[in-house]
């Protein structure tokens, strides 16, 4: 069975710009969940997507947001950029129920 | 709030030997799940392993195994036999799982970075 995906896994952006961050779950996983990891405030949850509604969301600003399509296949876009979004996306997969939660191989942001 | 505590911030053990890395967690919630995530350089987040607040039993997975103790409220992550390859920051986490998953979100701990030598 194929494990999560993330595309791409390495973007460099300008302050001000907009960046899409895609995420394709394990085949028969209904959740998806965003993850903004950096070296300062650790790993945070940004929100989590099940069946394409979001469940629930993260202490962040409006600028970030996501959707999830009907195949589970999710995205997330954060609106213009700053300096300090610049981290490791990480996105999981799982059922939605108990149990496991796969991780990605994330997506490094580089804000310039 | 969910709070999860991982007191140790790094930890060297020698290849071979097993290791025991720390994990307490908070939580109101009578029903969560404890997990383990392997981080090395490369950023990718492995899972380890996972328990369930209602097992009976401790998980376990190859070299991995989850000592939980409920009461106490710790969920220490035991490797046995370390490879040099097990070198990577390992991070504990905790889930509610409500009936609907409607808070289905992992806190994580800062996490501990083992060093295996040689």
């Known amino acids: 069975k194929a494990g999560v995906t993330q595309t791409p896994r390495y973007l460099i952006k300008t302050r001000g710009q907009q960046v899409t961050l895609s995420c394709s779950p394990i085949?028969?996983?209904?959740?998806v969940s965003w993850y903004q990891q950096t070296p300062g405030q650790g790993l945070q949850f940004l929100f989590e997507?099940?069946?394409?509604?979001?469940?629930n969301k993260g202490n962040f600003p409006g600028r970030f947001s996501g959707r999830q399509f009907s195949n589970s296949r999710s995205e997330m876009n954060v609106s213009t950029l700053e300096l300090g979004d610049s981290a490791l996306y990480l996105c999981?997969?799982?059922?939605?129920?108990?149990?496991?939660?796969?991780f990605g191989p994330g997506t490094r942001l580089t804000v310039t | 709030a969910q709070k999860i505590t991982q007191t140790q911030p790094g930890m060297f053990v020698q290849e071979k030997e097993a290791v025991t890395l720390d994990c307490t967690y908070d939580?109101?919630?009578?029903?969560?799940?404890l997990f383990w995530y392997k981080q090395p350089s490369s950023g990718e987040m492995i899972f380890l392993i996972y328990?369930?607040?209602?097992?009976?039993q401790n998980a376990t997975e190859g070299r991995y195994s989850l000592n939980f103790q409920k009461a106490r409220k710790s969920a220490n992550l035991v490797i046995s036999a370390s490879q040099l390859g097990d070198s990577a920051m390992y991070f504990c986490?905790?889930?509610?799982?409500?009936?609907?998953?409607?808070?289905?979100?992992?806190?994580f701990g800062k996490g501990t970075l083992l060093t295996v030598n040689p």
């Open positions: 999981a997969s799982s059922t939605g129920l108990a149990g496991e939660q796969y």
């Open positions: 085949s028969g996983h209904r959740s």
């Open positions: 997507y099940f069946s394409e509604t979001q469940r």
């Open positions: 939580t109101s919630d009578p029903s969560y799940g």
């Open positions: 328990q369930g607040s209602y097992d009976q």
């Open positions: 986490a905790m889930r509610e799982e409500r009936s609907g998953g409607s808070n289905y979100k992992l806190t």
